[in-house]
């Protein structure tokens, strides 16, 4: 058998592996997403606050976040905590690798949304919060009816880039054993030791998925009329 044929041979047979990696990749980049979105709100909102007692926490989660390795953290979450919990109450203590790493990854992308989120909310005139007030409107009314509904079309696209970015960036969760697409592929490696066409086949996965992410992003940004690029 020819190489190219024993390559093409190898990637048939990773493909159905790579595929259910594949899923568990997109599934647990989304709800990293989602929740990271919430906490990114949250923190945004702290870190735009008058009062330090939510802008200092908010700063420093950000600072901390963004400063310090995704790879770091995945470690720090998955080994560190539950052996400073055993350290303190003596019981064993396991997380759910899956459940780690929708955690690690969704705490990891709300500092990222954060800084957004709140440069979507800064990017609005600061004369549409002046307009809303002189109608009557409370700050939060006027925030939440005038100044976020203009603020959301300005996150989408840097928002979209964020959900690409995890879901490469996803892939160090292969360090804690989660099955995800490139945990797959390396697992196929350490059975065949067929690492060229193996590891080839687990980038054009990910191509696939960043275009086709690309794609459906472009598509509403367009709906809305919106894009992080200039014409």
């Not at 019981?91 to 990222?112: M, Q």
């Not at 959301?152 to 995890?166: M, S």
């Not at 490139?182 to 066409?197: D, E, Q, R």
Request: overall charge positive; proline content about 4%; glycine content about 8%.
């Amino acid at each position: 058998m020819s190489l190219l044929a024993s390559y093409i041979q190898h990637a048939i047979n990773v493909f159905p592996s790579l595929l259910r990696g594949a899923v568990i990749t997109v599934e647990v980049t989304t709800f990293a997403i989602f929740f990271g979105l919430i906490l990114g709100t949250i923190a945004a909102f702290g870190k735009l606050s008058k009062r330090a007692i939510f802008r200092i926490p908010s700063s420093v989660y950000v600072d901390f976040i963004r400063g310090t390795p995704l790879f770091v953290q995945i470690l720090l979450f998955y080994y560190g905590i539950p052996g400073l919990i055993i350290g303190i109450t003596g019981e064993p203590f396991r997380i759910d690798p899956i459940l780690a790493g929708i955690a690690v990854c969704s705490i990891n992308s709300g500092a990222y949304n954060a800084e957004i989120v709140r440069a979507g909310i800064k990017s609005v005139d600061r004369g549409q919060m002046e307009a809303a007030r002189s109608l009557g409107m409370t700050e939060g009314q006027a925030m939440r009816e005038v100044i976020m509904p203009q603020a959301v079309r300005l996150i989408i696209p840097p928002l979209g880039n964020e959900f690409i970015a995890l879901l490469k960036d996803s892939s160090l969760l292969a360090v804690i054993s989660v099955h995800e697409l490139s945990k797959n592929g390396m697992l196929y490696v350490s059975k065949t030791f067929a690492a060229f066409p193996a590891y080839i086949s687990v980038a054009l996965v990910y191509l696939a998925l960043t275009m086709g992410i690309s794609r459906v992003l472009n598509y509403i940004e367009r709906r809305l009329g919106v894009s992080d690029r200039s014409e």
